[in-house]
């Protein structure tokens, strides 16, 4: 069965630390994306890469950075996180040789207290 | 500027009734559409899609309708049964060279009452 997996499930970090949300594909998907869901105002893009080492900033993307060193792999980092990025943090893949829909991770779930 | 739009955020339908959420888009270019749907607590999971050069899918309770005038299309779920219950996200995208990327609703959640 294809995956995307997350590396954790429930996140509670304290305000200023510096976080790091894991995003490993199975798929050899070319395109992974961050995003976040808050009530109200559904998946918002935070950044996305359509190749190793490549990254495009989304609609979101203050406070956030990425990195894509593999291509199975693109990280979510939160340099110095606040309490106004505790969200549902969702990483996607896709390919367009495959018909470009996303296969969803889980979620993490951060608490940033 | 919202290009694809989920006006509803809520649905509330009686077991074994019909569901009908709705989306609208702006954005001519699109023309492949598709629906996922979201538990709490879980990642969204692909549900149903339609190309433009179709008005209607099917894939047994779960009817997708496009109608590209209008720039609208409707997922219907018959009969509505309890596990339905969940945020239903429309998506778009073009298949212009390059592109790659899905425009989504705000989402309507789904409440199917036994």
């Known amino acids: 069965d294809v995956k995307v997996t997350q590396s954790s499930r429930y996140l509670v970090k304290r305000t200023g630390e510096k976080v790091f949300l894991e995003c490993v594909q199975d798929?050899?998907?070319?395109?992974m994306f961050w995003y976040r869901q808050d009530p109200g105002l559904g998946l918002r893009l935070i950044y996305f890469?359509?190749?190793?080492?490549?990254?495009e900033k989304g609609d979101i993307p203050e406070g956030y950075s990425v990195s894509r060193e593999k291509k199975e792999r693109f990280s979510l980092i939160l340099e110095s996180a606040s309490t106004n990025q505790t969200s549902m943090y969702l990483c996607?893949?896709?390919?367009?040789?495959?018909?470009?829909?996303?296969?969803f991770g889980s979620g993490t779930r951060l608490t940033v207290v | 500027d919202q290009q694809v739009k989920q006006n509803s955020p809520s649905l509330s339908v009686q077991e074994g009734r019909i569901s009908i959420l709705n989306c609208d888009y702006t954005?001519?270019?699109?023309?492949?559409f598709l629906w996922y749907k979201k538990y709490p607590a879980e990642g969204p999971t692909f549900l149903i899609s339609?190309?433009?050069?179709?008005d209607k899918n099917e894939d047994g309770r779960f009817t997708v309708f496009l109608n590209k005038s209008a720039k609208h299309l409707s997922l219907h779920i018959v009969p509505s049964q309890p596990g339905d219950s969940a945020v239903y996200f429309c998506?778009?995208?073009?298949?212009?060279?390059?592109?790659?990327?899905?425009?989504f609703g705000k989402g309507t959640k789904l409440s199917v009452i036994p």
């Open positions: 996607a893949s896709s390919s367009v040789r495959l018909g470009g829909g996303y296969t």
């Open positions: 798929m050899d998907h070319e395109n």
């Open positions: 890469s359509y190749d190793v080492k490549m990254k």
């Open positions: 954005n001519s270019m699109f023309d492949y």
């Open positions: 339609i190309s433009s050069i179709k």
């Open positions: 998506a778009a995208s073009y298949s212009g060279a390059g592109s790659y990327q899905l425009t």
